[in-house]
T-cell receptor, first 113, second 114 residues
Protein backbone atom coordinates (compact mmCIF):
# COMPACT_ATOMS: atom_id res chain seq x y z
CA UNK A 1 0.00 0.00 0.00
CA UNK A 2 1.13 3.49 -0.70
CA UNK A 3 2.10 5.69 2.22
CA UNK A 4 2.68 9.42 2.47
CA UNK A 5 4.81 10.93 5.22
CA UNK A 6 5.03 14.53 6.32
CA UNK A 7 7.78 14.67 8.92
CA UNK A 8 7.13 18.24 10.07
CA UNK A 9 3.99 18.45 12.24
CA UNK A 10 4.51 22.22 12.61
CA UNK A 11 6.42 24.91 10.75
CA UNK A 12 6.61 28.66 11.10
CA UNK A 13 7.78 31.42 8.79
CA UNK A 14 8.07 35.19 8.90
CA UNK A 15 5.82 37.15 6.60
CA UNK A 16 7.49 37.74 3.21
CA UNK A 17 10.01 34.94 3.79
CA UNK A 18 10.20 31.53 2.09
CA UNK A 19 9.31 28.21 3.67
CA UNK A 20 9.56 24.63 2.44
CA UNK A 21 7.27 21.83 3.58
CA UNK A 22 8.51 18.27 3.19
CA UNK A 23 6.70 15.20 1.91
CA UNK A 24 7.92 11.72 1.08
CA UNK A 25 5.94 8.81 -0.26
CA UNK A 26 6.35 5.14 -0.85
CA UNK A 27 5.13 3.45 -4.02
CA UNK A 28 6.14 0.79 -6.50
CA UNK A 29 4.22 2.40 -9.35
CA UNK A 30 5.77 4.54 -12.06
CA UNK A 31 2.72 6.58 -13.06
CA UNK A 32 1.00 8.62 -10.38
CA UNK A 33 -0.04 12.10 -9.30
CA UNK A 34 0.93 14.19 -6.31
CA UNK A 35 -0.98 17.02 -4.71
CA UNK A 36 -0.68 19.65 -2.00
CA UNK A 37 -3.90 20.70 -0.30
CA UNK A 38 -4.35 23.65 2.06
CA UNK A 39 -6.83 23.57 4.92
CA UNK A 40 -7.39 26.96 6.60
CA UNK A 41 -9.32 27.31 9.87
CA UNK A 42 -12.55 27.21 7.87
CA UNK A 43 -11.77 23.48 7.31
CA UNK A 44 -12.30 23.80 3.56
CA UNK A 45 -9.83 21.67 1.59
CA UNK A 46 -8.25 23.75 -1.18
CA UNK A 47 -6.01 22.35 -3.90
CA UNK A 48 -2.76 24.32 -4.01
CA UNK A 49 -0.66 22.56 -6.63
CA UNK A 50 -0.33 19.22 -8.40
CA UNK A 51 2.34 17.24 -10.23
CA UNK A 52 2.28 14.33 -12.64
CA UNK A 53 5.04 11.82 -11.99
CA UNK A 54 6.06 11.49 -15.64
CA UNK A 55 6.66 15.23 -15.94
CA UNK A 56 10.20 16.16 -14.99
CA UNK A 57 9.45 19.86 -14.80
CA UNK A 58 8.45 21.03 -11.35
CA UNK A 59 4.95 22.52 -11.10
CA UNK A 60 4.55 26.18 -10.20
CA UNK A 61 1.46 28.17 -9.24
CA UNK A 62 2.27 31.81 -8.50
CA UNK A 63 4.09 31.85 -5.13
CA UNK A 64 3.82 28.07 -4.74
CA UNK A 65 6.24 25.64 -6.33
CA UNK A 66 7.28 22.06 -5.79
CA UNK A 67 10.57 20.21 -5.79
CA UNK A 68 9.72 16.79 -7.19
CA UNK A 69 12.47 14.21 -6.84
CA UNK A 70 11.05 11.00 -8.32
CA UNK A 71 14.00 8.76 -7.52
CA UNK A 72 14.03 9.93 -3.91
CA UNK A 73 10.20 9.81 -3.75
CA UNK A 74 10.14 13.32 -2.40
CA UNK A 75 7.63 16.08 -3.13
CA UNK A 76 8.27 19.27 -1.16
CA UNK A 77 6.25 22.49 -1.33
CA UNK A 78 7.94 25.88 -1.39
CA UNK A 79 5.96 28.97 -0.49
CA UNK A 80 7.66 32.21 -1.47
CA UNK A 81 6.85 35.66 -0.10
CA UNK A 82 4.72 34.12 2.63
CA UNK A 83 1.51 35.93 3.50
CA UNK A 84 -0.65 35.84 6.60
CA UNK A 85 -3.34 34.12 4.55
CA UNK A 86 -1.00 31.19 3.92
CA UNK A 87 -1.37 30.10 7.53
CA UNK A 88 -3.11 26.74 7.40
CA UNK A 89 -2.69 23.00 7.65
CA UNK A 90 -1.03 21.64 4.51
CA UNK A 91 -1.57 18.08 3.32
CA UNK A 92 0.47 16.17 0.80
CA UNK A 93 -1.50 13.55 -1.15
CA UNK A 94 -0.77 10.74 -3.59
CA UNK A 95 -2.96 9.20 -6.27
CA UNK A 96 -2.10 6.30 -8.54
CA UNK A 97 -4.05 5.10 -11.57
CA UNK A 98 -7.26 4.82 -9.56
CA UNK A 99 -9.09 7.78 -8.10
CA UNK A 100 -8.36 7.30 -4.41
CA UNK A 101 -6.13 9.75 -2.57
CA UNK A 102 -3.70 8.83 0.19
CA UNK A 103 -2.92 11.74 2.50
CA UNK A 104 -0.01 12.54 4.77
CA UNK A 105 -0.53 13.56 8.38
CA UNK A 106 -0.34 17.27 7.64
CA UNK A 107 1.93 20.19 8.52
CA UNK A 108 0.53 23.14 10.45
CA UNK A 109 2.05 26.34 9.04
CA UNK A 110 2.14 29.51 11.12
CA UNK A 111 2.99 32.84 9.47
CA UNK A 112 4.37 35.44 11.84
CA UNK A 113 3.87 39.15 11.07
CA UNK B 1 -22.02 27.03 -9.88
CA UNK B 2 -21.44 23.35 -9.19
CA UNK B 3 -20.76 22.48 -5.59
CA UNK B 4 -20.60 19.75 -3.01
CA UNK B 5 -22.54 20.14 0.22
CA UNK B 6 -22.68 18.24 3.47
CA UNK B 7 -25.31 18.17 6.18
CA UNK B 8 -25.47 18.61 9.03
CA UNK B 9 -22.36 20.70 9.62
CA UNK B 10 -22.32 19.77 13.28
CA UNK B 11 -23.87 16.78 15.01
CA UNK B 12 -23.85 15.52 18.58
CA UNK B 13 -25.17 12.05 19.21
CA UNK B 14 -25.05 9.31 21.82
CA UNK B 15 -23.23 6.02 21.79
CA UNK B 16 -25.23 3.29 20.08
CA UNK B 17 -27.42 5.55 17.95
CA UNK B 18 -27.57 5.31 14.18
CA UNK B 19 -26.37 8.45 12.42
CA UNK B 20 -26.49 9.40 8.75
CA UNK B 21 -24.37 12.14 7.24
CA UNK B 22 -25.51 13.52 3.90
CA UNK B 23 -23.36 14.43 0.92
CA UNK B 24 -24.74 16.00 -2.25
CA UNK B 25 -22.79 17.13 -5.31
CA UNK B 26 -23.92 18.97 -8.41
CA UNK B 27 -20.76 18.38 -10.43
CA UNK B 28 -22.30 15.27 -12.01
CA UNK B 29 -19.20 13.37 -10.93
CA UNK B 30 -19.17 9.59 -10.99
CA UNK B 31 -16.65 9.23 -8.16
CA UNK B 32 -17.52 10.06 -4.57
CA UNK B 33 -15.53 9.55 -1.38
CA UNK B 34 -15.90 9.75 2.39
CA UNK B 35 -12.93 10.60 4.62
CA UNK B 36 -12.49 11.16 8.30
CA UNK B 37 -9.95 13.60 9.70
CA UNK B 38 -8.28 13.08 13.06
CA UNK B 39 -5.27 14.76 14.61
CA UNK B 40 -2.07 13.00 13.62
CA UNK B 41 -3.71 10.94 10.89
CA UNK B 42 -4.55 13.38 8.14
CA UNK B 43 -7.55 12.28 6.09
CA UNK B 44 -8.33 8.58 5.93
CA UNK B 45 -10.62 6.98 3.39
CA UNK B 46 -13.77 5.34 4.78
CA UNK B 47 -15.77 4.34 1.68
CA UNK B 48 -15.90 5.31 -1.95
CA UNK B 49 -18.08 4.86 -5.01
CA UNK B 50 -17.28 4.92 -8.71
CA UNK B 51 -20.89 5.14 -9.82
CA UNK B 52 -24.51 4.32 -9.07
CA UNK B 53 -24.90 1.02 -7.20
CA UNK B 54 -21.11 0.79 -6.75
CA UNK B 55 -19.57 1.02 -3.26
CA UNK B 56 -16.16 0.02 -1.94
CA UNK B 57 -14.45 -0.12 1.44
CA UNK B 58 -11.58 2.16 2.28
CA UNK B 59 -8.92 1.76 4.95
CA UNK B 60 -11.16 2.59 7.95
CA UNK B 61 -14.57 1.21 6.95
CA UNK B 62 -15.51 -0.74 10.10
CA UNK B 63 -18.71 0.62 11.62
CA UNK B 64 -19.66 2.63 8.53
CA UNK B 65 -21.77 1.95 5.46
CA UNK B 66 -22.74 3.82 2.28
CA UNK B 67 -25.19 3.37 -0.54
CA UNK B 68 -25.31 5.03 -3.95
CA UNK B 69 -28.77 5.19 -5.52
CA UNK B 70 -28.11 8.19 -7.75
CA UNK B 71 -25.17 10.20 -9.09
CA UNK B 72 -25.60 13.19 -6.77
CA UNK B 73 -25.72 11.60 -3.30
CA UNK B 74 -23.57 9.35 -1.15
CA UNK B 75 -24.90 9.21 2.43
CA UNK B 76 -22.63 7.82 5.14
CA UNK B 77 -24.27 5.81 7.91
CA UNK B 78 -22.80 4.96 11.29
CA UNK B 79 -24.78 1.87 12.27
CA UNK B 80 -24.12 2.14 16.02
CA UNK B 81 -22.12 5.24 16.88
CA UNK B 82 -19.05 4.81 19.07
CA UNK B 83 -16.91 7.43 20.83
CA UNK B 84 -14.01 6.43 18.55
CA UNK B 85 -16.05 7.78 15.64
CA UNK B 86 -15.92 11.33 16.98
CA UNK B 87 -14.21 13.09 14.11
CA UNK B 88 -14.57 15.53 11.24
CA UNK B 89 -16.01 13.88 8.14
CA UNK B 90 -15.36 15.07 4.60
CA UNK B 91 -17.12 14.09 1.43
CA UNK B 92 -15.39 14.55 -1.93
CA UNK B 93 -16.13 13.93 -5.59
CA UNK B 94 -14.18 13.67 -8.82
CA UNK B 95 -14.81 13.00 -12.48
CA UNK B 96 -14.27 9.47 -13.76
CA UNK B 97 -11.81 10.51 -16.47
CA UNK B 98 -8.09 9.98 -15.99
CA UNK B 99 -5.47 12.64 -15.65
CA UNK B 100 -5.34 14.76 -12.54
CA UNK B 101 -8.91 13.82 -11.69
CA UNK B 102 -9.02 16.49 -9.01
CA UNK B 103 -11.14 15.78 -5.97
CA UNK B 104 -13.46 18.55 -4.79
CA UNK B 105 -14.26 18.55 -1.10
CA UNK B 106 -17.32 19.46 0.88
CA UNK B 107 -17.12 21.76 3.93
CA UNK B 108 -17.00 18.88 6.43
CA UNK B 109 -19.24 17.63 9.25
CA UNK B 110 -18.04 17.66 12.83
CA UNK B 111 -19.50 14.65 14.63
CA UNK B 112 -19.31 14.20 18.38
CA UNK B 113 -20.34 10.88 19.93
CA UNK B 114 -20.98 11.10 23.68
Amino acid sequence: AQTVTQSQPEMSVQEAETVTLSCTYDTSESDYYLFWYKQPPSRQMILVIRQEAYKQQNATENRFSVNFQKAAKSFSLKISDSQLGDAAMYFCAYRSSGSRLTFGEGTQLTVNP
Amino acid sequence: DAEITQSPRHKITETGRQVTLACHQTWNHNNMFWYRQDLGHGLRLIHYSYGVQDTNKGEVSDGYSVSRSNTEDLPLTLESAASSQTSVYFCASSAAAGGYNEQFFGPGTRLTVL
